[in-house]
T-cell receptor
Framework: AQSVSQHNHHVILSEAASLELGCNYSYGGTVNLFWYVQYPGQHLQLLLKYFSGDPLVKGIKGFEAEFIKSKFSFNLRKPSVQWSDTAEYFCAVKVSSASKIIFGSGTRLSIRP | GAGVSQSPSNKVTEKGKDVELRCDPISGHTALYWYRQSLGQGLEFLIYFQGNSAPDKSGLPSDRFSAERTGGSVSTLTIQRTQQEDSAVYLC??????????????FGNGTRLTVT
């Protein structure tokens, strides 16, 4: 069965630091990949997605992610974080032959002002 | 409203009681998911409905859990004989059609279930 691993459970950064959150999935076929974000007190919302084409995808608020098929990875990056990026970030994968979307365990990002 | 609506927002129940959680998806959304979010556990997939197809129940943790979706719209998640380990936030999400580039999941605010 497919699975998603997010190795960083809690990341603490200072403002203006660069961010990279890891995401690895286990499935050998075609996948659709997502990053969702949950800001404190709010519901989950889509940050960015990869379906096909350019493996470097850009999302809202300056976030981007790169799909590296050979590494089964879809890491999330941001060059310079802000205090308002404090949130929990979830990586998710959809296997094309099935339809359910599987989420990772999440990474909590704390930004020191 | 335009979003996914879940009720109740909070539910406290005694161990052994049954509970029903409700989800109203966005109108026209054919796909509906239930997830469970526990502290430090991420989002655990429970069940998925897509149109008139048989639901994918592969994530339901035990036969105490069941869900239905009536008329392709409202869904109810039922937990029978609740246990303390069932305490979590239960999230519902809907999308227009899974897998298309224009259909992200839209999440509700969840139902926080506490079993005492």
């Amino acid at each position: 069965a497919q699975s998603v691993s997010q190795h960083n459970h809690h990341v603490i950064l200072s403002e203006a630091a660069s961010l990279e959150l890891g995401c690895n999935y286990s499935y050998g076929g075609t996948v659709n990949l997502f990053w969702y974000v949950q800001y404190p007190g709010q519901h989950l919302q889509l940050l960015l997605k990869y379906f096909s084409g350019d493996p470097l995808v850009k999302g809202i608020k300056g976030f981007e992610a790169e799909f590296i098929k050979s590494k089964f990875s879809f890491n999330l990056r941001k060059p310079s974080v802000q205090w308002s990026d404090t949130a929990e970030y979830f990586c998710a994968v959809k296997v094309s032959s099935a339809s359910k979307i599987i989420f990772g365990s999440g990474t909590r990002l704390s930004i020191r002002p | 409203g335009a979003g996914v609506s879940q009720s109740p927002s909070n539910k406290v129940t005694e161990k052994g009681k049954d509970v029903e959680l409700r989800c109203d998806p966005i109108s026209g959304h054919t796909a509906l998911y239930w997830y469970r979010q526990s502290l430090g556990q991420g989002l655990e997939f429970l069940i998925y409905f897509q149109g008139n197809s048989a639901p994918d129940k592969s994530g339901l943790p035990s036969d105490r859990f069941s869900a239905e979706r009536t008329g392709g719209s409202v869904s109810t998640l039922t937990i029978q004989r609740t246990q303390q380990e069932d305490s979590a936030v239960y999230l519902c999400a809907s999308s227009f059609a899974p897998g298309t580039s224009s259909s992200p999941l839209h999440f509700g605010n969840g139902t926080r279930l506490t079993v005492t």
